[in-house]
């Protein structure tokens, strides 16, 4: 499947899966020859077309066509331009996942396997407003040290190797903070794994390899 089959496939499945709504997402692929192609401007993510999609060389920011980008456009340059194994970027606010996000909670890794694997680096960033550089610099910084970027009343931004990595990214975190709501609800206390546990499971078992980062030194 080519890169903007799997852009329409990504923005009907998180539709789908209530993990992005209306016209508050985006997201982006790398290609080959230093580009990215991310959605344009005002795409709604359950009706992509082929014609919905803007490229872009990652280093100079340069648009090729004339269509006009997303406004988050600055954001997914910095993270492919930091982190040289990251693939795809997707953001959106999901019900859950928000609602952490306008609060002080923190979200934790210990709970269960997926959570310790995928949810190992998580970030946080200060409310900036959409599209603004102030923002675009904020995620760039904690891209160099997270998979996960929590933006303070906004949502959420996910970056892996493969589309199919982010989606169960952000299909983990979403699952996470709607347990974690619905426990304090209902004053249930959730047990967390021990760290030395969790640092087990990282390094030693058979789920799979321990995700590393790697970015690029500026």
Known sequence: ???KSQMIETGKYLKNNKLAWGTSGNLSARLDEGYMQITAS???MEDLTEHDFVEINVESGKVI??????KETPFHLGIYQNRPDINVVLHSSPLYTTL?????ERIPSNL?????????RIAYVDYHHPGTQQLADAITEKSKEANIIIMKNHGVVVFDTSFAEAKMR???LELACEMLIKAKSAGIELNGLPQKVVMEFLEESKYKP????EHVNK
């Open 65 to 70: 066509g004339t269509k006009r980008a997303s």
């Open 42 to 44: 005002g795409t709604i």
């Open 210 to 213: 321990r995700q590393r980062i």
């Open 170 to 172: 952000l299909e983990t």
């Open 112 to 120: 269960f396997i997926e959570t310790m694997y995928y949810l190992e």
């Open 1 to 3: 499947m080519d890169i």
């Open 100 to 104: 952490f996000s306008c609060s002080e």
